[in-house]
């Protein structure tokens, strides 16, 4: 079946997941300094999400427009996807509204994790429906990046419960990682043309 409203669902769901962030950040009843002052962690957390977002949407993106077409089974790895990525407004806010205590930033690194699962199931099965050979196949490669991130995930886990904010920092660290998107399919599609 064809790819295209697999594409136009998910990105419909990613930008509801931007709005539901962007809503949850409320104005202060005052207009000083200090009042914003009050809302960093908020702010802060916002932000971190707003990027794992972003890094999502782009590599998703990228990773569909190599496919040529989907299964039955793709779509249910594309909604377990978007569920996780639905859980991180959630999160996003728990963590900001508790200045990154550690329960919060916990649950926050377990939603990065399982999104982390879930995009490399995603892959997986694209990779396998198009073939071992195919372009997605040889641009995906091992996919190091992803097992790296996702060990950052579980070691940031494991840091949340002594010291919260360093796992705050490893969070950082793996959005910085993926912050320049995964070019892979993308050298790879230019190169096909």
């Given at each position: 079946m064809g790819k295209g409203r697999l594409e136009a669902f998910s990105d419909g769901v990613i930008a509801i997941i931007i709005t539901i962030m962007v809503l949850e950040l409320k104005v202060p009843?005052?207009?000083g300094w200090e009042d914003l002052k009050e809302l960093?962690?908020?702010f802060l957390s916002y932000v971190l999400s707003f990027i794992y977002v972003g890094i999502y949407w782009n590599n998703h993106h990228h990773l569909l427009h190599a496919a040529k077409s989907v299964t039955g089974g793709i779509l249910w790895a594309n909604l377990f996807l978007l569920f996780w990525l639905s859980l991180i407004p959630f999160v996003t806010d728990w963590m900001g509204e508790n200045h990154f205590s550690r329960e919060p930033v916990i649950c926050y690194g377990i939603v990065l994790i399982m999104a982390g699962v879930a995009y490399t199931i995603l892959a997986r099965l694209l990779v396998k429906h198009h073939?071992?050979?195919?372009l997605l196949a040889d641009a995906m490669g091992s996919d190091m990046k992803g097992k790296l991130s996702v060990g950052v995930y579980a070691a940031a886990i494991a840091v949340s419960f002594v010291h919260p904010w360093w796992a705050v920092g490893m969070y950082f660290a793996v959005a910085i990682i993926w912050f320049i998107p995964d070019r892979r399919i993308e050298r790879?599609?230019?190169?096909?043309?």
């Open positions: 009843h005052h207009a960093s962690p908020v073939g071992e050979n195919s790879k599609l230019r190169h096909e043309d």
